[in-house]
């Protein structure tokens, strides 16, 4: 049976996306990742992975032809508090749009990639 092992998100830096969708996600920047980033010597071609390969984990993948904005990934992140949209925007989410119904809010990350923020489950 086939699951999903891995999400890919084509961006230009994947170094500087890395502290954004690790504290998005509540997925560490692998330690060796962690220590290239940090070092300056993650190469320009090179991926970072949130997570471990062990459970479902994230790759941020450097592109030389990156598709035009939407279109690169779509995640739906559902907030645990109403507070938490506040917390996205701090992190350099930019909001581009409210759902008419209330149902999610659409926001981008630092390279405009789209994603929405689901309100809290009741």
């Known amino acids: 049976m086939q699951r ?13 996306l890395a502290r954004f969708y690790a504290e998005l996600l509540g997925l560490p920047v692998s ?4 220590a ?12 970072v992975l949130l997570g471990g390969r062990d459970s479902l984990h994230v790759w941020l ?8 904005v939407p279109g690169r990934v779509h995640l739906d992140v559902r907030m645990h508090a109403s507070e938490d949209l506040g ?6 989410a930019t909001w581009q ?5 209330g149902r999610w809010t659409v926001l ?14 009741v």
């Open 61 to 68: 993948t450097p592109v030389r032809d990156l598709q035009p």
């Open 87 to 92: 917390q996205l925007l701090a992190l350099g």
């Open 4 to 16: 999903l092992e891995a999400i890919v998100i084509n961006c230009r830096e994947p170094a500087t």
């Open 31 to 34: 330690p060796q990742d962690a």
């Open 97 to 101: 749009w409210d759902d008419p119904r």
């Open 36 to 47: 290239a980033i940090a070092a300056g010597t993650l190469g320009e071609d090179e991926s």
């Open 108 to 121: 981008a990350d630092p390279e405009g990639n789209l994603f929405c923020a689901l309100p809290p489950a």
